[in-house]
């Protein structure tokens, strides 16, 4: 069975401190897809990110990274240098070969300070 | 014009009424889904369909019907309900139904069962 872990329930940073995101994950399929999605205040969620598990490079887009380990099964997700906009809940989810069920883990509450 | 527009935004409505949450994409997508966003922020998959068909259809009572009339709408009637179908629902849609699409999702429509 499939199953995401996002430890942290809310963070709290200081305008401009860089921030980490934990997710964790199970799955007994070799081919699975990994995504990070935002859901800011006003609702909608977001598309952040998309990996496939052959594919463990990291990646950076902005202030955005994210760092793939396939041998402690993560899926974290750094912002840099954080900005009041990135407060908002972020999900990592989890989705197996051939299904088109998208797990979500239980989301991260970030809040930046200004 | 929004890609994922889903209406009503907001539905307060009595215990043991009939309701229905209607969504249009117009991405050209095959395939939307219906998700249920609780009061802990946990999202879950209701329904998927791909071409009008239906293609997952998790432990959801029968209450809940989605109907697709065509590729672009995916309505979901909820009948005689309880205070637990109280949440956000979510709509979305994708290009495909594989494992690693990427979803495009609605603004929300919030639900009170009063």
């Known amino acids: 069975a499939q199953k995401v872990t996002q430890a942290q329930t809310e963070i709290s940073v200081v305008e401009k401190e860089d921030v980490t995101l934990d997710c964790v994950y199970e799955?007994?399929?070799?081919?699975?897809?990994l995504f990070w999605y935002k859901q800011p205040p006003s609702g909608e969620l977001v598309f952040l990110i998309r990996r496939n598990s052959f594919d463990e490079q990291n990646e950076i887009s902005g202030r955005y990274s994210w760092n793939f380990q396939k041998s402690t099964s993560s899926f974290n997700f750094t912002i840099t240098a954080s900005q009041v906009v990135d407060s908002a809940v972020y999900f990592c989810?989890?989705?197996?070969?051939?299904?088109?069920?998208?797990?979500f883990g239980t989301g991260t509450r970030l809040t930046v300070i200004p | 014009d929004t890609a994922v527009s889903q209406t009503p935004k907001y539905l307060v409505t009595q215990m043991g009424n009939d309701k229905s949450i209607k969504c249009e994409q117009n991405l050209g997508h095959d395939t939307m889904y219906w998700y249920k966003q609780d009061s802990k922020k946990f999202l879950k998959i209701m329904f998927s369909?791909?071409?009008?068909?239906?293609?997952i259809n998790e432990t959801v009572p029968n209450r809940f019907s989605p109907k697709s009339p065509d590729k672009a709408h995916l309505n979901l009637h909820i009948n005689s309900l309880e205070l637990g179908d109280s949440a956000v629902y979510f709509c979305?849609?994708?290009?495909?139904?594989?494992?690693?699409?990427?979803?495009?999702f609605g603004s929300g429509t919030q639900l009170s069962v009063l």
């Open positions: 979305a849609s994708s290009q495909d139904p594989a494992g690693n699409a990427k979803l495009f």
């Open positions: 369909y791909n071409n009008k068909e239906l293609i």
């Open positions: 989810a989890l989705s197996e070969t051939g299904a088109n069920n998208l797990f």
């Open positions: 799955t007994r399929d070799t081919t699975y897809y």
